[in-house]
């Protein structure tokens, strides 16, 4: 009970409200409620719709694709790629972070590494969605425009105050060195693929992928590597 | 339903009719990866939109039109725009609160603000960007963000 508050603090808090608020105001209670009505139809008429464009795109946009697509090209071609690249992922902005890292490492330019978070945090297709539901198709439709060119223009002056020498990189690591591997918990979605790819060294806790300790042969690294490059968002790694 | 809904479900409907045709398992899977994304909102949902109805109960129209209206764009909007800076709630359950806050007579210009600093400027998130990209492309894109997202909105204002 506990734990499911403290998961839901907002819900928890305002369902408290509104208790009280039915023990002291009964009238204001209910139209408080009346008010919300709307909002929560509204809701339901667009949330069907938001979950399955999202599983549609997770399930067809060929991301893999994508990212090695576009490695060292630059240009118009790099810029559209990483429009597409954040526009068709799902998560918050943070989620971004190591596949952009990861992008990096394979010659990405920080222009385009800056078109994809950005992309990622503001112009995701499903939420486009939601946003000319509550806001109407005009507002979201010009906000749109504005935020690409936007993003466009930020992406060229990020390039002008940052190079690449101010972003740390860790040294490639050789795979002799290997010692065990690191999950970045913050990262994991806990989807499990790792688990059902590798029963033998991932488990799933809690919604986190835990590894277990053993100690590794050049076969089972060589192995890893290809989970690490599976992982849906680059939490795992060598160390 | 409005228009804009209905032809949304048609064009959802055919696209998961193609999909599923494709390939059921591969459909199916996706769906479960967004089930579980949905579930770990579902509290925020119900909760921002029982508090949007208390919102507008007890703060009058009056009110929201003269703080956020067309009266103190500025300041509303610099003020908007902090607060999505610092705010981490998905943007998916932004938009009705933003929403109701525009049909009570809210500007829309701080609505822009608030909905785009919301998104792409991260302060709780700062730390983590910082340690992955470095201090200086952390600093300076979230700097530009902020500026651009006043831009936008301020953008928004004279074209609407």
């Known amino acids: 009970m506990i734990e499911i508050i403290k998961k839901n603090k907002l819900l928890a808090a305002v369902s408290l409200a509104y208790i009280l608020l039915f023990i002291a105001m009964p009238e204001k209670a209910y139209l408080s409620v009346k008010n919300s009505m709307y909002y929560i139809i509204e809701m339901l008429e667009i949330m069907p719709v938001i979950f399955i464009l999202t599983s549609i795109i997770e399930a067809w946009v060929p991301k893999e694709v994508i990212m090695n697509g576009f490695g060292e090209k630059a240009g118009i071609k790099g810029s559209i790629f990483s429009f597409l690249l954040g526009s068709f992922s799902a998560g918050p902005i943070y989620a971004a972070f190591p596949i952009c890292k990861m992008l990096l490492k394979k010659g990405a330019s920080i222009a385009n590494v800056v078109i994809i978070l950005s992309a990622w945090a503001v112009i995701k297709v499903p939420m486009l969605a939601n946003e000319a539901k509550f806001l109407g198709a005009h507002f979201m439709g010009i906000r749109w425009i504005l935020t690409v060119i936007s993003i466009l223009?930020?992406?060229?002056?990020?390039?002008?105050?940052?190079?690449k020498e101010n972003i740390p990189v860790q040294e490639e690591q050789s795979l002799s060195k290997v010692t065990g591997i690191d999950i970045k918990?913050?990262?994991?979605?806990?989807?499990?693929?790792?688990?059902?790819?590798?029963?033998?060294?991932?488990?799933?806790?809690?919604?986190?992928?835990?590894?277990?300790?053993?100690?590794?042969?050049?076969t089972q690294i060589n192995e890893l590597k290809a989970i690490i490059d599976k992982c849906p968002v680059k939490a795992i790694d060598f160390k | 339903m409005d228009i804009f809904t209905v032809s949304l479900w048609g064009i959802?409907?055919?696209?998961?009719?193609?999909?599923?045709?494709?390939?059921?398992?591969?459909?199916?899977?996706?769906?479960?990866?967004a089930k579980g994304m949905i579930k770990n909102m579902v509290g925020q949902i119900i909760g921002i939109l029982l508090l949007i109805g208390l919102i507008l109960?007890?703060?009058?129209?009056?009110?929201?039109?003269?703080?956020?209206?067309?009266?103190?764009?500025?300041?509303?909007?610099?003020?908007?725009?902090?607060?999505?800076?610092?705010?981490?709630?998905?943007?998916?359950?932004?938009?009705?609160?933003?929403?109701?806050?525009?049909?009570?007579?809210?500007?829309?210009?701080?609505a822009v603000a608030f909905l785009t600093t919301l998104t792409m400027v991260g302060v709780v998130t700062f730390p983590l960007e910082k340690q992955e990209f470095g201090l200086k492309f952390a600093t300076t894109r979230n700097v530009l963000s902020f500026v651009f997202a006043l831009i936008i909105a301020l953008t928004m204002g004279v074209i609407m």
């Open chain 1, 153 to 163: 223009i930020m992406s060229y002056l990020m390039t002008v105050f940052v190079k």
């Open chain 1, 185 to 218: 918990k913050q990262y994991c979605i806990g989807c499990g693929l790792c688990e059902k790819l590798m029963p033998q060294h991932f488990k799933v806790v809690d919604k986190k992928a835990k590894c277990k300790e053993s100690a590794l042969n050049d």
């Open chain 2, 12 to 33: 959802t409907g055919v696209a998961f009719i193609a999909s599923l045709v494709k390939d059921k398992q591969k459909t199916f899977n996706s769906m479960k990866m």
């Open chain 2, 57 to 110: 109960t007890f703060i009058p129209p009056e009110v929201i039109k003269s703080t956020l209206g067309e009266s103190n764009t500025f300041i509303s909007t610099i003020v908007s725009a902090l607060a999505g800076s610092i705010t981490l709630i998905p943007a998916f359950v932004a938009f009705p609160l933003v929403g109701s806050f525009v049909d009570a007579g809210a500007s829309i210009v701080p």
